[in-house]
């Protein structure tokens, strides 16, 4: 599904912030090796994580999903001086692309790798998280959540992304489904959660901001 039409993605494109040369680049790495090079954040997604983290100031940030490393150095570009960034990928053989273009970014020393299930990472980080972006597993998004609230504190921001899959969150679902059924608890999780409050944004395949309370 479609929610708005390639001419106003691209009006839309045009008319926010530049994409960094440097990210430009990774995004033609990503389509020319990787599988499945659509789940790249991508320009105008990866602008709304750049300016959020700005205006956030996050001393340290926690990502889950790095796939090849887009949305961590956008992530990034918000970070306080001294602060981390540190990003779980479950692919082992996406590490050193990863590692190549954080190096790249200037961003390196701040961005610290994790590679293997992060529900068996986060409690291991004994860190206070002032922003977190969930974007690995659909089936395990109220796992995760529920594992990174555990490392935040009032006022941290927690994102989510690909909330609206496609548009199959308004959909009739399939039994064999199980993705789009836990995107769908979790959404109505995260509205009537009383620990967060929450706005969905319809930004590329559906953003949500989580604040905690």
Request: charged residues 25%; proline residues 4%.
């Amino acid at each position: 599904m479609h929610f708005l039409s390639p001419l106003l993605e691209n009006y839309i494109s045009d008319n926010s912030e530049a994409e960094p040369p440097l990210l430009t680049e990774l995004t033609r790495e990503t389509h020319l090796k990787v599988i499945q090079p659509r789940m790249i954040t991508g320009h105008f997604q990866g602008r709304v994580l750049s300016l959020l983290s700005k205006l956030i100031a996050p001393k340290n940030i926690l990502e889950i999903g790095t796939y090849t490393g887009y949305s961590a150095i956008c992530l990034a570009e918000g970070l306080q001086k001294g602060g981390e960034l540190h990003t779980i990928e479950i692919n082992e053989e996406l590490h050193q692309m990863q590692r190549k273009y954080f190096d790249k970014s200037g961003f390196g020393k701040q961005i610290i790798q994790h590679t293997g299930d992060a529900l068996d990472i986060i409690p291991s980080l004994d860190i206070c998280f002032d922003l977190v972006f969930i974007d690995a597993q659909k089936v395990n998004y109220d796992a995760y959540f529920e594992a990174v609230i555990q490392k935040t504190k009032s006022g941290s921001t927690i994102l989510s992304d690909n909330v609206l899959w496609s548009g199959k969150v308004v959909e009739p679902v399939a039994k064999s489904d199980k993705a789009t059924a836990a995107l769908l608890e979790y959404n109505a999780k995260l509205k009537n959660d009383e620990r967060v409050e929450t706005v969905l944004l319809p930004i590329r395949d559906g953003l949500t901001l989580s604040r905690v309370l």
